[in-house]
């Protein structure tokens, strides 16, 4: 009799959490909704080997309502506030679902789940015409069972720092990572923590950028982790437009890494395993020419000297030049058949004259990655805001035509940039 009951009670319970998943409700607010899914949707691949990974899970959780996608590498997940009337869960077709949402007036937004066929029905109302407007929209999903969970992320080192300074300091940074597999550990920045500085390096065999990031408070050890550019990428384009804190923490396992916004972002990617080149070893020391360039002038020659450059070998060539005591710097670019474009700038010029080629991306990359805040706001002379307290400096030392150049800004002195020069005959 007693085993009759406890059957009957665990047939009950099942069926009560079966009904709860199958009768999930909640109502959002359309604009809410729609911006959560932008979220989630960047770890929604394209292609995927796993179909259920091109939906989107939704349930409630603590009073909201919790939206989650993942690629197997990188996983996101935001919060949303909304009315709860039944818990539940469901996954449901990323595109689809999103495209839905984002087509709905501003307004209340409901979601019911459906058991034949098993989906969700999404309902608004809003104001049209001379009268209410009401659509109804019904998706077929598939079970949160379905659905690969996240790796728990236990960590063993975490850190704090302010989301415009990471932000800047990536920008300067993960766009030098390589974007083939040939070498898998270039596809990655080195992140290095020590004390109350987090050093960022990115390379692709051909440049290097290293940038360091001031911490809210000392880590309590130093540690590493070599994260994907694609990860970082995501995370810059989730920090846009807040100004919040990011807590950083790496598991005790050392192979995923944790990044939370504030309290509506989480983001955890698979860390890379490997070693990293020794960076560091790859600044050159000693120069025998230094150029203090300003940063708009030289972006604007490079932008011009591209349309030219783009459409021949892709290269620019800088000469430094010495006038009377003035520096004089000339970029040029040249496509057969097609014609030249030159452009000249005084600059600051310490030391010898000199010359040097490189490949006009890299050139228009360096400057437009590197305009915008401190990531470094006790070093710099900027102001309070981080932006420089004058018009922006770029210091370009170099030796040989065939020596790998530096670059640094003058406002940002955490900030390196290392360029191998093209071979051309001068």
């Given at each position: 009799m007693i085993l009759e009951c406890a059957s009957l009670n665990q047939t009950r319970l099942e069926n009560d959490q079966i009904s709860g998943l199958i009768g999930m409700k909640i109502t959002c607010i359309q604009d809410n909704l729609a911006r959560g899914l932008r979220v989630v949707r960047r770890a929604v691949p394209t292609r995927a080997t796993l179909p259920i990974t091109q939906n989107i899970l939704i349930e409630t959780e603590d009073a909201r309502v919790k939206l989650s996608a993942t690629d197997l590498e990188l996983s996101i997940t935001t919060w949303v506030s909304g009315q709860i009337e039944k818990t539940g869960a469901i996954t449901l077709p990323a595109r689809p679902l999103l495209d839905t949402i984002s087509s709905f007036d501003t307004g209340r937004v409901e979601f019911e789940i459906t058991d034949d066929p098993y989906g969700a029905n999404i309902q608004t109302?809003?104001?049209?015409?001379?009268?209410?407007?009401?659509?109804?929209?019904?998706?077929?999903?598939a079970p949160k069972d379905d659905f690969p969970p996240f790796p728990?992320?236990?960590?063993?080192?975490?850190?704090?720092?302010?989301?415009?300074?990471?932000?800047?300091?990536?920008?300067?940074?993960?766009?030098?990572?390589?974007?083939?597999?040939?070498?898998?550990?270039?596809?990655?920045?080195?992140?290095?923590?020590?004390?109350?500085?987090?050093?960022?390096?990115?390379?692709?065999?051909?440049?290097?950028?290293?940038?360091?990031?001031?911490?809210?408070e000392a880590a309590e050890e130093g540690f590493e982790a070599l994260i994907p550019a694609r990860a970082l990428s995501e995370l810059t384009a989730l920090m846009a437009g807040t100004a919040s804190t990011v807590e950083i923490m790496v598991?005790?396992?050392?192979?995923?890494?944790?990044?939370?916004?504030?309290?509506e972002i989480e983001m955890i990617t698979q860390l890379i395993a490997g070693t990293y080149p020794d960076y560091k070893s790859l600044v050159?020391?000693?120069?025998?020419?230094?150029?203090?360039?300003?940063?708009?002038?030289?972006?604007?020659?490079?932008?011009s000297t591209q349309v030219i450059a783009r459409e021949g070998s892709a290269i620019v060539r800088m000469v430094a030049t010495d006038i009377e005591g003035q520096?004089?710097?000339?970029?040029?670019?040249?496509?057969?058949?097609?014609?030249?474009?030159?452009?000249?700038?005084?600059?600051?010029?310490?030391?010898?004259?000199?010359?040097?080629?490189?490949?006009?991306?890299?050139?228009?990359?360096?400057v437009s990655h590197s305009q915008g805040g401190t990531s470094n706001p006790t070093e710099t002379d900027g102001s309070e805001d981080g932006s420089p307290s004058g018009p922006e400096k770029m210091i370009l030392s170099i030796s040989t035509p065939s020596s790998p150049a530096v670059f640094r800004l003058s406002s940002h002195p955490g900030f390196t940039h290392v360029v191998m020069p093209m071979y051309v005959q001068w």
């Open positions: 109302t809003s104001q049209r015409g001379d009268g209410p407007t009401t659509i109804d929209t019904s998706l077929r999903g728990e992320v236990s960590p063993k080192h975490r850190v704090r720092v302010d989301s415009g300074i990471l932000r800047n300091a990536l920008d300067r940074t993960v766009f030098s990572a390589a974007s083939d597999d040939a070498r898998p550990v270039l596809t990655g920045v080195k992140m290095e923590v020590e004390g109350d500085k987090a050093t960022f390096a990115a390379a692709d065999g051909f440049r290097l950028s290293i940038e360091t990031a001031q911490l809210m598991s005790e396992t050392g192979g995923e890494a944790m990044f939370r916004i504030g309290d050159p020391e000693n120069t025998d020419t230094t150029m203090t360039i300003s940063l708009d002038g030289i972006a604007h020659l490079a932008r520096g004089r710097l000339t970029l040029s670019a040249s496509a057969e058949d097609l014609g030249n474009s030159e452009g000249t700038l005084d600059i600051d010029l310490e030391g010898e004259e000199g010359k040097i080629a490189f490949n006009v991306r890299f050139l228009n990359d360096l």
